[in-house]
Structure formats: C-alpha cells, structure tokens
C-alpha cells in the first residue's frame, strides 16, 4: 500500500539519482487515470493488504523494544514516547510534518490545484491521507462533487447552535453542531442492528465522509449567525471543498480561495499525538462514531496551548499595534515581549511539543504572504517577531523550541482577506482537522485497533518503584 508513495521512492532509488517529483508523481497519474476515481472502491482494495501488513508486523516484531520509558516522560505530558499507530502523517522534529511521505513544498508541487501553480486542493489531500496515493485531477473533481452531494444539514443541527447564546465561543457553536450532526451517524445506526466487527470500517468510511463533507457549512453557519447577522451564503455546486468553505463565509476573491485551500490543506493532519488528533483517536477506540470522536477531538483544540494559539496570535499582535502602533521598533518589540513573558503568559505561536525548528507550516504561509500581500503591516510585524522572539525565548534557558509554529502566521493573512475575527479562527482549523483526524479514524476501523488503555500510576507508586530501582 502507499503504493503510489513507496513507489515514488523506490522510483527514486532504481534510478539512482532524482527524478524531478513532477515527472514522477505524472507517470503515477497516468498509471492511476484508468483506475476508478470512487475513493471508496480504492480502499476496499487497499484494506486486505493493510491488515496482512499489520498482523505480519505483530506477529513478527510484536516484542521489539521501541525506547525506554523514563519518570520524566510520565510527569511530562508523555512528550517523547512512542505509544500510537498514526497512518496518515510522520512528523520529525527537524523537517516537519509529512503526509503520507510528503512534505508540503512537495505536496504542493504534486497535488492536483484549482490553476496553473496553485495551492493543492484539500480534496487531493483527503485522497493521499486515506490511500497513500497522489490522485489525478479527474480523481479530485470526483471526490470534490461526492463530497458536494453529502453536503446535507438537517434543521435541528441549526436549532441546536441557534440554542446557544449568540455570545458563546464560536468552536463552543461548532462542537455543539458537529454533536448535533452525529443524531444521522450510520455506524451508530449499523452498530445497534449488530454489524460485524470486519465491516466496521465500511459505516465509518460513510460518517467520515459525510463529516467532512458537513462540518464547513455547520463552521459557516456559525459564523454568519456571529458576526453577520445570520445571513447565510448556501454552497456552490461549481465550487471545490476549500473555495466553498470560503464562499459560503463571504470571502469571494480568487486570493482568499486560494488561501483556503492552502489553509485547509496545511491544518489537515499532523501525526497522531496532539492533543486533538490523539483525543479523536482515543475516543474512537471505544467505538465511538465519527462525529463523538471529532467533537471531542475539536474540544482539545478549543484549548489556548494547542488550537485556539491561532486566535491569541493575532489578538496578541492587535494589542502590540494598539499600544506602540504600526512602526514598531525591534525595541519596543522585544520590551513587549518580555512583558508577556513576565505576565507569566505564553508568546502564542512560538514553540512546539515536538518540532525543533521553524515550522514548514509557517514557512509555507510566509512565502505566500511574501507573494500575495508583501506590504500588509501586520505581515510585517510577523517577520519583525520572527527576528525578535526566537533569542528571547533561548535566553529563558527552558523553551526546547523558540520557533515559529503555524499559528503565528494564520490570522495575518485571513485578517488581510477581510476574516477579521480572532476568536473564530480555531473554528477554521477544526475544519481542516476533519480531514486528517477521519482519514485515520477509518484505517483504525479498517486495521481493528483496539481501545487505547495506557497504564497510569500514583506518585507514592513512582516514588517506591525508584526506591527499589536505586
Ligand atoms: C506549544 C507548547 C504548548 C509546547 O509545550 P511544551 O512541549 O511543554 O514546550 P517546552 O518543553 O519547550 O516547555 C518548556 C517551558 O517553556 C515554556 N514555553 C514554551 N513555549 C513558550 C512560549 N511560546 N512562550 C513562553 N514560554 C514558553 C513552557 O511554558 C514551559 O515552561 P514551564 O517549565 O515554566 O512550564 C508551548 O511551546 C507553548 O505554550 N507555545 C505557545 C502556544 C502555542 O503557540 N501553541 C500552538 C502550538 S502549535
């Protein structure tokens, strides 16, 4: 499986020097044109080959050591343990996130866009998740249309956000309307008619599918209902997932869809153990449909360490123009900082649990920026925080990673497209997370992963247990 990726590589490698990646993922395409362009026949014949893999693995290595496990790392978050099978993505501290073997700059080279040296498609993106396989252009439009024709709301989803006071947080709106969207889940419904457990993944393939599909007009919806009273802009049939997402908030310009579709694509996925792609994971492991899994993966994004960094960037950025205005000094910038940092506040936006270096996510906004909006002020301040954030966070001595992330960049360019409201920015990010966080959900279904139940111990526990270890 992953033939296509694996292929690339062993492509690569038996010709003994670098193809250009275009050249290659073509002749893929060309291999793959004949195929059918049903995403959902793709994996029927990709799962038989998948569960081998694993049972050969287990069977095989079931006992190999992966690492010792430290103190340290059970009263730190569990950062550095390996404990989870994550399909989809690989993220290395040093390069970044992958998915399915490639990096952005190559995914952006690869996966089909909407023009000439556009942004990928986010729907390509759900294609190389789910199957390991870059799609063709053909394979995408299909998707895109399937992915249109589930795009159904019932009424009582609108009721239940419209229950909610219209001042509640916007991903409070969200989750309460991906919750609501769970009342149709087709594995909840196979599950009570006693479905086999070898058919599983089939009604997940079914909920994930319609989830993605759903959740951006329920984000639209909640957005209008905020912050343009209540008008709502229904979807467009002529539109891809990510121009519509944008389309149906009121961002129209060629420069915002294609944004979106870079937004959406980027925030898709990023290996198994943050906490909302975790949450959705471990929560699914207990056989939870698709849209339990997704809310509570959305609640652990709603949290200001992880998701909601997006919002704190720019409200932070807003309130170093308010206070020393636009022309900044890179003085008065690092004193604001440490202001910060005094308050005992985190910089939002730097640092990461597992990266070490600047976030190709960042980067990728950056260079878009530098194309598209090289004079927006707020742009500029970020490459100004860039220079001055990184040293101040080493100087702390304890920050393992003084970086950018891809939260500090976001909301400048949204902000600059007109998408203005800081505290509806997670609410984007969620959207994009249901791409990657079902993708997995189905293979977990598709493998028959079983309920995730780590061991957890007391302080007196630990406390013996190194008495007797000294
Ligand atoms: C992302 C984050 C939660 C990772 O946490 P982590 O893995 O525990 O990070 P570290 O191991 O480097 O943390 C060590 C210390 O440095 C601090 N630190 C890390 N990043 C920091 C930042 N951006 N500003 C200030 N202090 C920071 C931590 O709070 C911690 O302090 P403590 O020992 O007093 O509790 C952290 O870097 C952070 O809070 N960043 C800002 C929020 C953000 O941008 N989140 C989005 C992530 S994609």
Redesign the pocket.
């Known amino acids: 499986m992953f033939r296509s990726v694996s292929l690339l590589s062993k492509l690569r490698s038996r010709l003994g020097q670098q193809p250009s990646l275009k050249d290659s993922v073509r002749w893929l395409q060309i291999q793959s044109s004949s195929s059918d362009l049903d995403l959902r026949s793709q994996l029927e014949e990709l799962i038989p080959e998948q569960q081998e893999r694993l049972k050969k693995l287990k069977a095989e290595h079931g006992k190999v050591q992966l690492g010792n496990i430290t103190v340290d790392m059970v009263l ?2 569990m ?1 550095g343990m390996t404990g989870l099978l994550w399909q989809t993505s690989l993220l290395d501290p040093d390069e970044g996130i992958r998915f399915r073997g490639l990096s952005i700059p190559e995914c952006q080279k690869v996966l089909p866009a909407a023009k000439p040296e556009g942004e990928p498609l986010p729907e390509g993106l759900l294609w190389l998740l789910l199957t390991g396989k870059v799609p063709s252009k053909e394979q995408v439009d299909a998707l895109s249309k399937e992915l249109r024709s589930r795009a159904v709301i019932p009424d009582f989803v609108y009721k239940a956000i419209d229950a909610l006071p219209v001042t509640a947080h916007p991903m409070t709106q969200f989750a309460t309307g991906v919750m609501a969207l769970q009342v149709h889940s087709e594995f909840q419904k196979a599950y009570e008619k006693g479905i086999h457990k070898s058919k599983y993944w089939e009604p997940t393939y079914e909920d994930s599918l319609n989830l993605i599909a759903r959740v951006p007009l329920v984000a639209a919806y909640v957005y209008r209902r905020i912050y343009k009273d209540g008008q709502v802009i229904p979807l467009d049939d002529s539109l891809d997932y990510g121009a519509n997402f944008s389309h149906m908030l009121g961002f129209d310009s060629p420069k915002m869809l294609e944004l979106m579709r870079l937004y959406v694509t980027i925030h898709s996925d ?1 290996e198994g153990g ?1 906490v909302s792609a975790h949450t959705g994971h471990l929560v699914a492991s207990a056989l939870s449909d698709p849209y339990l899994s997704f809310a509570a993966a959305l609640n652990g994004l709603a949290g ?7 919002q ?2 720019l409200i932070w950025i807003k309130s170093v123009v308010d206070e020393c205005g636009e022309n900044i000094t890179v003085d008065q910038l690092k004193e604001y900082v440490w202001k ?2 005094k308050g005992g ?11 070490r270096k600047t ?1 190709p996510r960042y980067t990728c906004q950056r260079e878009f920026a530098l194309k598209h909006l090289p004079d927006d002020p707020l742009f500029q301040l970020v490459s100004k925080l860039y220079e001055v ?1 990184p040293p101040i ?1 080493t100087e ?1 001595g ?5 970086w ?5 960049h976001s909301g400048v360019l949204l902000n600059h497209f007109g998408l203005t409201e800081a505290r509806y920015f997670t609410v984007l990010f969620g959207v994009s997370r249901s791409i990657g966080i079902c993708s997995q959900l189905i293979w977990d279904r598709a493998l028959g992963l079983p309920l995730e139940r780590p061991k957890s111990v007391t302080m007196e526990w630990l406390e013996n247990y190194c008495k007797k270890a000294a």
């Open positions: 730190g978050g950062r990023h943050n200001p360490l992880h998701g909601l960094a997006n704190e960037v910060t940092l506040k985190v910089v939002p936006g730097f640092g990461h649990g597992v990266l976030d954030v966070l702390l304890k920050v393992k990673n003084p950018p992330n891809v939260d500090a």
